[in-house]
């Protein structure tokens, strides 16, 4: 296998657990938004603030890691990408900002005014900044990033049907992994009727989800033909018919009340149509461009691959002591957690 | 592909460095604190442990709960960097962003050792017993050091670019760890991490000299200043050896740079050091001289030559009024703060005690203010002193930037929510400094009521 190929698929992982992890960040973001009044949303709010509080910021490296991978990987299209989409990414990257300093500032302020506010800030950003950078993604998944520097349209380029689906789903998707984990985590502080509306909200998001895909595969047949095929026909098909069966089972098990379940097969229809479209967009990065013809000299792969094969040894066993340390039940309940957090 | 780029007008290149500017100095501050202040705060929380002193636990506990902010505030500031690196010069990176990325790779593994660790830090204080907690902090020290290195190594590439080919506009062989180690890297690493301490340490101990000069003596503002500023004052004569040793890397590669840094127009021998002045008409003028100064700093001789803009055209000065000043600041406030130290090391050695005038305080609690002065001019050495280049002697930053047209608006659009971001942590800072207040009874020997998460 070509060295920049090995790049390529760490870059897919990464976006991946970007996507697994961030995305449902971003989703119990939006839940938050829709939370209703301060004393109606507070134990949801609590139960938001406790369940990603402690991984918010190692889940948005992934997101660094991404983008690194990229200018060294593939120097040239990440050059093309972030110069034509250079709009949708500016106001993905401010909304990021705004994102994670309102999540901090709202946590150690205690006056109801500052906490609305900062809570306001935290949750629109959490709703916005996933569409934009899934419009990114549409952009390039319908071809029209050309290389070289803002060669593209700077605003037809990520405004266009294709986009606008994929900034919906990104959306979505984030909103229904957020329901499906907090179920969990609901039901794991003993909180069932927490457990219950989030359980109730993961059903109609996972609907409504469904029907965003179904939509998206309409556009790209006529939006972005060459994918559609590979998608539909070619070697992507058995990612799209895991991503569908996965989908239909997350629906049934959450139905069940099958919580633990549900987290994988939710995670499977996200991985599904993630590395479908990896699949089958691969070899082409760019319109006329192949991920040979812009792979970076072989002794830069070699020495980051090696880098992070090395870094990995340190990271994996990391990440597990994180999400081990807080998926284990806690002493505070969040409900208390949120009655404290002002102290 | 043509990789080579031209601004869409010139507001618009004006713009894009401005921006960068703008969202890099801001970044350096939080990531000084984020490289500095997990070690003063770990050393209080170690100190807490060994002596049972609630004052020491009472302000790792505090220290730690600003740190949740002021990482979550560096984090997402350090990203819109690594989107600026293409948005606003993907005239660089299209071409050398696979000579640099090595050490970003790395520095994305630091990232993620540091996030994890904190996580675990700040969230889980109360479920680790008291050692395992403290060595969960270790990892976050050592990631925050390497990622200083790393992204530091990165810029001094730029300076002083090596291990790579190029050939009709495209590179064709690279040596990426030869690009890492060049050259600069060793000087520049080295003061940048001694300015990270240096930053968090004066920083820190001058909010709690404020307290001080509030009228609070207690035990705990004295710790908490006594123990980051010894932690600054030990780093700073350090940095004045380190600063002295990266002016002697650019007299030797980056000539035109010293000569900017120093205002000086005509290559000599025995040239003295200007302090001050203005250039007007390709000469300095109202600078102080100290004869010799500059060849014997530069090269160790007293008749070394040292060479001039004049050995370059105009079109490839670094703007000297900039670049001057900014030095000079930088030399100054490194200075001032050896005096401050010296100061209290003096009443230190004679009789245990802090200066007994309220000059110190009054002094001291500006010494956060003067290493961020230091920090920012010393950065704008270093990168307007590199100009007109964006990769010294390689690349122009003209063509570099992106040539999409509105780079002014995507500007007016950053700085806005530079504003309102900075408005929003100064306040949440100041309530934060103020609101939980001091343990008052010294029989209140635990601080579990005070949790940090
Ligand atoms: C690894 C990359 C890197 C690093 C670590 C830094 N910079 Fe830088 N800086 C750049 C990469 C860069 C750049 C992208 O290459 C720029 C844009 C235009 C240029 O010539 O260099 C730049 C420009 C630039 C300018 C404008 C110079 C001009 O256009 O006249 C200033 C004032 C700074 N930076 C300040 C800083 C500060 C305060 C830093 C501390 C964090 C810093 N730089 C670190
Ligand atoms: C072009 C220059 C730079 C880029 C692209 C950059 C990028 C980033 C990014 C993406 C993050 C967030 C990582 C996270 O999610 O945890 C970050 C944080 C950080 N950066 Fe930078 N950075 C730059 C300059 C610097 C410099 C010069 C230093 C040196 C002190 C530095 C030190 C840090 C540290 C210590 C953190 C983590 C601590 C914190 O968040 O406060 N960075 N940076
Ligand atoms: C007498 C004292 C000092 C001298 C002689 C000195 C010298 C220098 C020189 C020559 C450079 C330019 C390096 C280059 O362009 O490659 C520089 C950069 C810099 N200085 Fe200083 N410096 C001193 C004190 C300080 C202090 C006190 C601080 C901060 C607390 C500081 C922070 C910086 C920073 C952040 C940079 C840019 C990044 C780097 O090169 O690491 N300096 N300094």
């Known amino acids: 296998m070509p060295l920049v190929d090995v790049i390529l698929a760490l870059v897919w992982i990464g976006l991946t657990a970007y996507v697994l992890f961030a995305g449902a960040d971003f989703g119990a973001g939006g839940w938050d938004l829709l939370a209703g009044g301060a004393e109606r949303g507070r134990r949801q709010r609590g139960l938001i603030e406790h369940s990603i509080g402690p991984v918010w910021e190692a889940n948005h490296v992934w997101l660094i890691f991404v983008i690194v991978l990229l200018w060294t990987g593939v120097p040239q299209v990440f050059a093309a990408v972030f110069s034509t989409l250079y709009i949708p990414l500016t106001l993905a990257a401010l909304g990021i900002i705004a994102r994670g300093s309102a999540f901090a500032f709202r946590k150690v302020s205690t006056r109801l005014w500052q906490r609305r506010l900062f809570g306001a800030t935290f949750a629109f950003s959490s709703v916005v900044t996933p569409f934009f950078l899934g419009t990114v993604a549409g952009a390039i998944a319908s071809g029209r990033v050309p290389p070289g520097i803002a060669a593209g349209n700077l605003v037809t380029s990520w ?185 | 592909m043509v990789l080579l780029t031209a601004p869409a007008t010139y507001a618009d290149l004006v713009a894009a460095r401005t921006q960068m500017a703008l969202s890099l100095g801001w970044h350096i501050i939080l990531a000084c604190l984020g490289v500095g202040m997990p070690a003063i705060t770990l050393i209080a929380e170690w100190r807490g442990h060994r002596t049972g002193d609630p004052a020491y636990r009472m302000l790792a506990r505090r220290w730690a709960r600003a740190m949740g902010v002021l990482f979550a505030v560096g984090a997402v500031s350090g990203t819109i960097l690594s989107f600026e690196m293409g948005l606003l010069w993907p005239g660089l990176m ?113 909010v709690h000299a404020v307290g001080m ?45 010293l000569a900017a840094m120093e205002g000086l127009f005509r290559t000599g ?112 050495v270093t990168e307007v002193g590199r100009q007109p280049w964006i ?7 003209a063509d570099a930037v992106n040539p999409a047209p509105g780079l002014v608006w995507g500007f007016v659009l950053v700085f806005a929510v530079y504003v309102v971001l900075t408005v929003a942590t100064v306040y949440v800072l100041r309530r934060l400094s103020r609101d939980s207040p001091a343990p008052t009874a010294p029989q209140e020997h635990d601080v579990a009521g005070y949790p940090v998460a």
């Open chain 1, 159 to 343: 405004l266009n049907p294709t986009s606008i689906v994929t900034g919906a789903l990104a959306v979505g998707t984030g909103a229904y992994l957020a329901a499906v984990y907090l179920t969990r985590d609901a039901e794991r502080a003993h909180s069932p009727a927490l457990a219950e509306s989030f359980r109730r909200r993961g059903l109609v998001t996972g609907v409504v989800v469904g029907v965003v895909a179904a939509v998206g595969l309409v556009v790209l047949h006529a939006d972005a033909p060459s994918l559609f095929t590979e998608l539909t026909s070619g070697r992507a098909l058995p990612l799209l018919v895991l991503s569908v069966a996965a989908g239909l089972a997350s629906l049934v098990l959450l139905w069940l009340r099958v919580f633990v379940a549900v987290r994988i097969t939710a995670a499977a229809a996200v991985v599904g149509l993630l590395w479908g479209w990896g699949v089958g967009q691969f070899p082409r990065l760019l319109p006329g461009v192949t991920a040979r013809q812009a792979a970076a000299t072989d002794a830069v792969l070699a020495a980051t691959i090696g880098a992070v094969a090395v870094g990995a040894l340190l990271l994996v066993p990391s990440l597990w002591w994180l999400y081990a340390t807080f998926q284990r039940g806690s002493r505070q309940e969040p409900a208390s957690a949120s009655d404290q957090e002002s102290t």
């Open chain 2, 94 to 206: 299209g071409v050398y962003g696979q000579v640099i990325g090595l050490p970003f790779a790395m520095e994305g593994v630091a990232f993620f050792i540091e996030a994890i660790f904190l996580g675990i830090y700040l969230y889980a204080w109360d479920r680790l017993s008291p050692v395992k907690h403290l060595l969960t902090g270790i990892p976050i020290i050592v990631a925050g050091v390497a990622s200083a290195f790393f992204v530091v190594s990165a810029n001094a590439w730029m300076q002083q670019p090596t291990g790579f080919d190029v050939a009709h506009g495209r590179v064709v062989a690279v040596d990426p760890w030869a690009a890492m180690f060049n050259l600069s890297t060793p000087p520049q690493t080295t003061h940048m991490i001694l300015a990270a301490f240096m930053v968090a340490g004066f920083g820190i101990a001058g």
């Open chain 2, 213 to 257: 000069l509030r009228g609070r003596h207690d035990r705990y503002h004295r710790l908490g200043f006594l123990l980051p500023f010894t932690v600054a004052a030990v780093v700073t004569p350090a940095q004045l050896v380190v600063g002295d040793w990266a002016a002697r890397f650019v007299a030797d590669n980056q000539p035109i740079k």
């Open chain 2, 269 to 380: 021998r025995g040239v003295p050091l200007s302090v001050g002045g203005f250039a007007v008409n390709g000469e300095l003028r109202g600078a102080i001289e100290i004869p010799y100064g500059l060849s014997l700093l530069a090269h160790g001789r007293t008749n070394a030559e040292v060479i001039g803009l004049d050995q370059v055209p105009p079109s490839d000065w670094p703007p000297v009024n900039i670049v001057h000043p900014a030095f000079d600041l930088m030399v100054g406030m490194g200075m001032a703060l050896l005096l401050l130290s010296a100061w209290l090391g003096w009443t230190w050695w004679r009789r245990r005690d802090l200066p007994r005038t309220r000059w110190f305080l009054r002094a001291a609690s500006l010494g956060g203010v003067a290493a961020v002065v230091a920090l920012e001019a010393g950065w704008t």
């Open chain 2, 391 to 397: 990769v010294y002697g390689v690349m122009r930053t």
